[in-house]
Every structure is written in C-alpha cells, then in structure tokens.
C-alpha cells in the first residue's frame, strides 16, 4: 500500500519561503516517476503545482515558475517543495500525488497560509 505524507505547512509573511517534504512509503519514490505537488485553494479545483514527468523532466504551474523548486531524494524516498517568494494567492491545502499501478495516490495534505 502506497502512503505519502506532507509535512511543512504553515503560515507565512508575503515574501517569505517554506519547504515542503512528502514522504512516501510502501515502494521505493523511484518507482514512482510520476509524482508531484498539486495545490487547492476555497472554491477552486486542485492545481498542479509542480512535479516530475515519466523520463525525470520536470514541469510548473506559469504562477510558481521562478519562485518554486520541486526536487527529489531517491534514497530517502522524498519529494521536496522549496517555495520562495510567497504570495498571498499561494495559500491553499499543498496534497502530494503520485500515479502509480493505473492509479493516482494522494496524501493528506498540508495548509500554506500567506498573509500580506
């Protein structure tokens, strides 16, 4: 069973910068190539944020372009958000997701909250 779980939410001053970390467990991240950061703000559909296509290339949201990092770490099965430059328009619930088997697997989700 795949689990993934996000940590480093929280609440932030326009401007500033967090990192965001999904942990995944029940197989190896690098047997999940396809896997990255989707954001859902009140009212508004679930967005990916950033994430890692099938071949290791990566890809962003035009919003975040510039401001985000997303990157890996294969053997602490890790998938990390590094978010600079925060905006108010940024804040939204961060979920991890991963295709995986025919099957997308999502995490719980953590809160990033932007205050201007």
């Known amino acids: 069973q795949v689990q993934l779980v996000e940590s480093g939410g929280g609440l932030v001053q326009a401007g500033g910068s967090l990192r965001l970390s999904c942990a995944a467990s029940?197989?190896?991240?690098?047997?999940?190539?396809?896997i990255g950061w989707y954001r859902q703000a009140p009212g508004k559909q679930r967005e990916l944020v950033a994430g890692?296509?099938?071949?290791?290339?990566?890809t962003y949201a035009d919003s975040v372009k510039d401001r985000f990092t997303i990157s890996r770490d294969n053997p602490k099965n890790t998938v990390d958000l590094q978010m600079n430059s925060l905006k108010p328009e940024d804040t939204a619930v961060y979920y991890c997701?991963?295709?995986?088997?025919?099957?997308?697997?999502w995490g719980q989700g953590t809160q990033v909250t932007v205050s201007s």
């Open positions: 890692f296509r099938n071949g290791g290339s990566t």
């Open positions: 029940g197989t190896p991240s690098v047997s999940m190539p396809i």
């Open positions: 997701g991963a295709y995986y088997t025919g099957r997308t697997y």
